[in-house]
């Protein structure tokens, strides 16, 4: 269903990755590793349609995705290292923005990342860990069949991460599809591996 071919992608004179190639069908995952600049976040901004590849294409069951990028935008949740927050707005608001362009309930987004207790809070007032686990919350409001994750699990303690694992495989229960850069263990199983 995602076809990775033949991907190339300099930054500036330098070659950052040439030549990977991967293909992922309905409610697989893959994990990409490799050391700090390796490429992982790249990967991800192309295999979000944001950033273009040098060579080679992106293709979303047989189709380039680039014939169509608001197609794919539409059916992909990306993960940023940014959590993309309003500070100002509460908990429950901040993720009312996204429920209002995907539709899905708020209450029980927050409830799949034990942030129900602090809906009414402004988003500016919470622990790091905390604000990753609201931009999760927007993984759990309506489905989509691609997620792109870039440290999905940075800044989470155990029992967070713990919690991922279920929202991770109803996703893929359903045919979603996951792929994630992480330098940490995952709760994902059955999860082929790109080394970058
Ligand atoms: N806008 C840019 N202009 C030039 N080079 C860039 C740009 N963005 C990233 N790079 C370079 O591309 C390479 C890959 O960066 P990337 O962020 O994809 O690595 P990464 O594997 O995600 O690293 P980390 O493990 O540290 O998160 C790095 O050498 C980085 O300096």
Known sequence: MLEAREL???RGERVVFAGRSFALPA????LLTGANGAGKSTMLR???GLLRPAEGAVLWRGGDI????SAHAMRLRYLSHQDALKPALTVAENLELFAALWGGEVEPALE?????PLA???ARVLSSGQKRRLALA???????ALWLLDEPST???AASVARLGPLLAAHRAAGGIVVAATHLPLPLPDVQELRL
């Open 8 to 10: 190339s992608c300099l």
């Open 46 to 48: 192309i295999l979000s």
């Open 112 to 116: 799949a990342v034990a942030l129900a």
């Open 27 to 30: 409610g697989a995952a893959l």
């Open 66 to 69: 680039a014939a169509d990028p």
């Open 155 to 157: 800044g989470l303690d």
């Open 138 to 144: 927007r993984l759990a409001l309506a489905p989509a």
């Open 120 to 122: 009414d809070l402004p």
